[in-house]
């Protein structure tokens, strides 16, 4: 049978785990498949997983009562989908949904909460890869807040 | 007796040919001399002095193909008196027009290059020559990636233009914009999140950047980190101007002048002056 292992350890967000590291995070994960228009997570709802895409894309909306699902940012292949399995009290901020058929790897969040208690290396490794997603984030957050488009 | 106003201090008039609406507040118009004359000659990245009579006159880039110099094409977004005059002119009226003015992008040196283009808002405007010139010597380059960013869906300049290009084999475009609703099924996000989803040869690659100060010093970031040269990129500035022939001193960024220096520069030139908050 094909493991997933070729694909992670290929993969530049975890480029650089000890084997054993990335074999453990094999464990946890599974190919995902989702149809486009297909929620992937709600907000509000527990963060059970979360996503390396590997084809397609995701768009993550906040649903407005008035203008309906506003888009604030999408994720692409190769990316990162989600870090709320990380943070306590592990639930989705935002709607996540396909806009084309995509295809991903689901990390599930309660195998490596607990493999990252037991291993505080493997939670200090993660944790350093999640920060640095976070960080670009809120840099590109912060870029869309200065409205720089606009006339000043 | 000889005039003593030099030459390029006066206005050519040109009639408006036609008017495209781009989106709510930007148009493209055509114009064409109105004494016959055959063309009007420009290297992408130029810009013109357009003069609205009895209001003003302020420095547009000129955004048609260099290949079809008979039409001059200018996309002007409105936002204040002589931008907002210009945009209620239409068909069949005059203005004048001085120029062809300032630098231009390194079209012929990026031969044998990747070459990326990253263009924000308003600013795909003094990309759109490059572009025309990229396609029209396509086999001359390597990989040629557009990447586009605006504010919303409804502002994106050249649609139709941008959907041919996307199109093609031969182009990579990725458009992105600040935020979306509803049946957007494009990217969202800022457009420095596009550079590390390309691949090209950062040893071979040449960059020409146009958008506003604050995106453009986040995507030479994005570059520079990609392993692109400062020498390979180039950035088009945006100062005021009166004179644009280097006599008034309005338009400085430091010793330089934007209306003869520029627009477009080198960034290797002109490092030490981006982003500096005394000039
Ligand atoms: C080399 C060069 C090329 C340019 N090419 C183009 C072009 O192709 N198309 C185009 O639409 N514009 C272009 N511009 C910008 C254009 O020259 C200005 O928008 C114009 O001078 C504004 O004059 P105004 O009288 O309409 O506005 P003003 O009455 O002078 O200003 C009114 C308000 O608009 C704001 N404003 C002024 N300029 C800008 C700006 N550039 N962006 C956002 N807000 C502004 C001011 O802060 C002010 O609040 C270029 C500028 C330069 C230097
Ligand atoms: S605009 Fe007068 S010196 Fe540049």
Known sequence: MQTLEPYLAEHPFLEGLEPYQLKIIVGCASNVRFDAEQYILREGEEATNFYIIHQGKVALEIFTSDRGPITIQTIGEGEVLGWSWLIPPYQWHYDARAIEPTSAIALDAKCLRAKCEEDHDLGYELLKRFTHVITQRLEATRLQLLDVYGVH | ?279
């Open chain 2, 1 to 279: 007796m000889k005039s003593i106003i030099p030459e390029p201090m006066i206005p050519k008039p040109f009639r408006i040919h036609r008017k495209l609406k781009e989106t709510h507040d930007t148009y493209t118009i055509e114009l064409e001399s109105t004494n016959g004359a055959d063309g009007f000659p420009f290297s992408a990245g130029q810009f013109n002095m357009v003069y609205v009579f009895g209001v003003g006159e302020v420095p547009i880039s000129i955004s048609g193909d260099p290949s079809i110099p008979k039409m001059l094409r200018h996309t002007t977004r409105s936002v204040g008196t002589v931008t907002k005059a210009i945009l209620k002119l239409r068909s069949g009226d005059v203005l004048g027009v001085r120029g062809p003015f300032g630098s231009h992008w390194p079209v012929n040196e990026a031969v044998g290059n990747d070459v990326i283009i990253v263009a924000g808002g308003i600013g795909l405007a003094p990309l759109r020559p490059v572009l025309y010139s990229f396609i029209s010597q396509r086999d001359k380059y390597g990989k040629i990636i557009l990447l586009y960013g605006a504010r919303t869906p409804e502002d994106l300049l050249y649609k139709k233009e941008l959907e041919q290009w996307r199109g093609r084999f031969d182009l990579e475009v990725k458009v992105i914009v600040d935020s979306a609703t509803g049946n957007w099924r494009g990217n969202v996000g800022v457009v420095t999140t596009l550079i590390p989803r390309i691949q090209f040869d950062p040893l071979h690659t040449v960059a020409m950047i146009c958008g506003p100060e604050v995106m453009m010093r986040y995507t030479l970031k994005e570059l520079q980190s990609r392993g692109i040269k400062n020498e390979n990129i180039f950035v088009s500035m945006e100062r005021n101007m009166k004179c644009g022939i280097c006599l008034c001193g309005h338009c400085q960024l430091g010793p330089k002048f934007v209306c003869k220096d520029g627009p477009v520069f080198c960034y290797d030139h002109i490092k030490e002056l981006f982003g500096k908050r005394e000039i």
